[in-house]
Nanobody
């Protein structure tokens, strides 16, 4: 059974940093796709960043986080990270870790597996 468990959310001031983590377990394949999504109150969920697990170092970032956020994997610990720097109030939302064996699931925003989410609040 695939399980994703996020941690690291919190409340910070604009300009500060947070690092989210996502412990991944239960995948039988050694190659799959992982991503961070977020959803602000009253808004649709949006993809923040994604990369592959076991398939190289290619990474995708949404334009609104490029240069500020970094997605990374610790393959030994099966843990996905999202380093968030220079946070802005508009980054406030629930952040979700997600995974799928197929890239399409990530691409269309409907991956098979989701974490429970961790709240990030950025005040001005």
């Amino acid at each position: 059974q695939v399980q994703l468990m996020e941690a690291g959310g919190g409340s910070v001031q604009a300009g500060e940093s947070l690092r989210l983590s996502c412990a991944i377990s239960g995948f039988k394949s050694t190659f799959y796709f992982v991503a961070w999504f977020r959803q602000a109150p009253g808004k649709e969920r949006e993809r923040v960043a994604h990369m592959s697990f076991g398939g190289g170092d290619s990474k995708y970032y949404a334009n609104f986080v490029k240069g500020r956020f970094t997605i990374s994997l610790d393959t030994a610990q099966n843990t996905l990270y999202l380093q968030m720097n220079s946070l802005k109030p508009e980054d406030t939302g629930m952040y979700y870790c997600a995974a799928d064996n197929q890239y399409e699931g990530i691409l269309i925003g409907q991956p098979n597996f989701w974490g429970q989410g961790t709240q990030v609040t950025v005040s001005s």
